[in-house]
């Protein structure tokens, strides 16, 4: 018997594949059947020590379409931390308000340092570079529902490979499922070494390209990232990589027919606005499953599941 | 007398840490608060060995280390020897064991580690990869070699 109940939801390295099956499963019934009395009662600490209006909503989304309430603070400037509460006080008060709290924090470890603090769970949202287990979650339940399934697919990571947290937890969690990954990236921002000994312990296949098009009909997943500027100390080879994984509607023709894009979002000219029309953008529906993902975790961690 | 035979002289009650690899003492004493023993310390530094080309050695007046500081020596320098003196004599010798923890005293290299922001105790676990040690931080995730590691918890 799986138990979620009062359960934090803080790494996605801390569930065996048994438990993600049944997080997709619980989020893919509450998408066909909403249960808006689910939560009739219970109170939602959404904490936000950083602000991202797009998580900040989806989890509070979540809550109240589950008929439960909202508290908390979207911007850290409201909150006593800046006159140096530490961050162990504030989720002591909060959590003695809320019945479970979601949390986005800079420094990374926040939300593990929060749990410590909080009897109630603690759900994180992103804890700087480290981990954002509900994208994690929101992306496999996208993989499975465009694909019937999730093992022995095949997926490219696109872009910035070496400093994306949701490649990372994504392609741990992947480790599960026998997928065939290729990882294209320029060679400054390919997938780091301590993911790759992951895939050989866990015997994944994978191979390594800075081209994208030659990847392009091999796979069923193509889950495209952005590459920031600031992660070049020198512009000029900023400028060199940019463009080069850009893409384009015309670059679709002869990929497999069931490719669905995958984007963690917000993008920026990664995928071009002509690939919206195309059978394959799936990452719109992608965010929306979001909400059905974060559904879910409250379900579970307050023991409805 | 030779400095080295200055060094490795008896002391009457007390530790000798031997094997310690070159260059790791100082920081050994740091993290064993060696400065603020009332008795004597002894170092040396660089000193000839046979199996590890050059060595490190402290000697400690009047104070035996105990096994959770002998396991902090073992994080800087896996190779140490512990000696235990009575009265000039060795009485117990043994190597220094890694932990499958750490806790409090290794301070995340990580800069945007909770830990490095709140009072708090860190807590590393222990991978070994054949002689590589590596630290892995329950908080940030983040894998560290031995040599990222600069700072420690006094
Ligand atoms: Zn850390």
Same mark, same amino acid.
């Given at each position: 018997?799986?138990?979620?109940? /009062?359960?934090?939801?803080? &790494?996605?390295?801390?569930?065996?594949?048994?438990?993600?099956?049944?997080?997709?499963?619980?989020?893919?019934?509450?998408?066909?059947?909403?249960?808006?009395?689910?939560?009739?009662?219970?109170?939602?600490?959404?904490?936000?020590?950083?602000? &991202?209006?797009?998580?900040?909503?989806?989890?509070?989304?979540?809550?109240?379409?589950?008929?439960?309430?909202?508290?908390?603070?979207?911007?850290?400037?409201?909150? &006593?931390?800046?006159?140096?509460?530490?961050?162990?006080?504030?989720?002591?008060?909060?959590?003695?308000?809320?019945?479970?709290?979601?949390?986005?924090?800079?420094?990374?470890?926040?939300?593990?340092?929060?749990?410590?603090?909080?009897?109630?769970?603690?759900?994180?949202?992103? =804890?700087?570079? /480290?981990?954002?287990? &509900?994208?994690?979650?929101?992306?496999?339940?996208?993989?499975?529902?465009?694909?019937?399934?999730?093992?022995?697919?095949?997926?490219?990571?696109?872009? =910035?490979?070496?400093?994306?947290?949701?490649?990372?937890?994504?392609?741990?969690?992947?480790?599960?499922?026998?997928?065939?990954?290729?990882?294209?990236?320029?060679?400054?921002?390919?997938?780091?070494?301590?993911?790759?000994?992951?895939?050989?312990?866990?015997?994944?296949?994978?191979?390594?390209?800075?081209?994208?098009?030659?990847?392009?009909?091999?796979?069923?997943?193509?889950?495209?990232?952005?590459?920031?500027?600031?992660?070049?100390?020198?512009?000029?080879?900023?400028?060199?990589?940019?463009?080069?994984?850009?893409?384009?509607?015309?670059?679709?023709?002869?990929?497999?027919?069931?490719?669905?894009?995958?984007?963690?979002?917000?993008?920026?000219?990664?995928?071009?606005? =002509?690939?919206?029309?195309?059978?394959?953008?799936?990452?719109?529906?992608?965010?929306?499953?979001?909400?059905?993902?974060?559904?879910?975790?409250?379900?579970?961690?307050?023991?409805?599941? | 007398?030779?400095?080295?035979?200055?060094?490795?002289?008896? @002391?009457?009650?007390?530790?000798?840490?031997?094997?310690?690899?070159?260059? %790791?003492?100082?920081?050994? @004493?740091?993290?064993?608060?060696?400065?603020?023993?009332?008795?004597?310390?002894?170092?040396?530094?660089?000193?000839?060995?046979?199996?590890?080309?050059?060595?490190?050695?402290?000697?400690?007046?009047?104070?035996?280390?105990?096994?959770?500081?002998?396991?902090?020596?073992?994080?800087?320098?896996?190779?140490?020897?512990?000696?235990?003196?009575?009265?000039?004599?060795?009485?117990?010798?043994?190597?220094?064991? @890694?932990?499958?923890? @750490?806790? %409090?005293?290794?301070?995340?290299?990580?800069?945007?580690?909770?830990?490095?922001?709140? %009072?708090?105790?860190?807590?590393?676990?222990?991978? %070994?990869?054949?002689?590589?040690?590596?630290?892995?931080?329950?908080?940030?995730?983040?894998?560290?070699?031995?040599?990222?590691?600069?700072?420690?918890?006094?």
């Amino acid at each position: 018997m799986l138990t979620f109940k /009062n359960r934090d939801i803080l &790494s996605i390295k801390e569930f065996t594949k048994e438990e993600i099956l049944h997080v997709l499963k619980v989020a893919s019934a509450l998408k066909k059947k909403p249960q808006p009395k689910l939560l009739d009662g219970y109170v939602l600490g959404s904490c936000f020590f950083e602000p &991202s209006t797009r998580t900040r909503l989806s989890f509070e989304t979540a809550m109240q379409r589950l008929g439960g309430k909202v508290i908390g603070f979207a911007d850290p400037n409201v909150t &006593s931390t800046k006159k140096g509460e530490t961050l162990y006080d504030s989720i002591k008060i909060i959590s003695q308000y809320a019945d479970v709290i979601a949390m986005r924090h800079p420094l990374e470890g926040a939300a593990r340092r929060a749990a410590e603090a909080s009897e109630k769970p603690i759900i994180n949202g992103g =804890d700087g570079a /480290n981990q954002h287990p &509900s994208q994690t979650f929101l992306d496999l339940l996208s993989i499975q529902e465009t694909q019937k399934k999730l093992e022995n697919l095949s997926i490219a990571f696109v872009g =910035d490979l070496k400093y994306g947290r949701t490649v990372h937890s994504l392609a741990q969690a992947l480790c599960h499922f026998n997928s065939r990954v290729y990882c294209v990236a320029p060679e400054m921002l390919q997938m780091p070494e301590y993911i790759l000994d992951e895939f050989k312990l866990s015997r994944i296949k994978f191979s390594l390209h800075s081209e994208l098009e030659p990847i392009l009909p091999k796979v069923d997943i193509l889950y495209m990232t952005r590459i920031q500027a600031e992660r070049f100390g020198d512009p000029a080879e900023y400028e060199k990589v940019k463009n080069a994984y850009v893409l384009t509607a015309a670059m679709l023709k002869g990929v497999k027919s069931n490719l669905k894009i995958l984007h963690p979002l917000p993008r920026v000219n990664e995928v071009a606005p =002509d690939v919206d029309a195309t059978p394959y953008a799936y990452y719109f529906q992608e965010a929306e499953n979001g909400l059905y993902v974060r559904e879910a975790l409250f379900g579970l961690v307050l023991g409805k599941f | 007398m030779t400095p080295q035979e200055l060094l490795v002289s008896a @002391i009457k009650d007390g530790t000798v840490i031997d094997h310690i690899t070159a260059g %790791r003492a100082l920081k050994i @004493i740091r993290v064993l608060r060696l400065p603020d023993h009332k008795k004597v310390v002894t170092v040396g530094l660089n000193l000839p060995s046979r199996a590890m080309g050059h060595k490190d050695l402290i000697k400690v007046e009047g104070r035996e280390l105990t096994p959770e500081e002998a396991n902090e020596v073992a994080l800087l320098a896996p190779e140490a020897s512990i000696n235990i003196i009575k009265n000039y004599k060795v009485t117990k010798k043994f190597k220094v064991q @890694i932990p499958q923890t @750490i806790e %409090r005293v290794v301070v995340c290299p990580n800069p945007k580690c909770i830990t490095n922001f709140e %009072r708090m105790t860190t807590l590393f676990s222990v991978k %070994r990869y054949g002689t590589v040690i590596k630290l892995s931080c329950k908080y940030c995730e983040k894998i560290f070699e031995q040599e990222e590691i600069k700072d420690y918890n006094l």
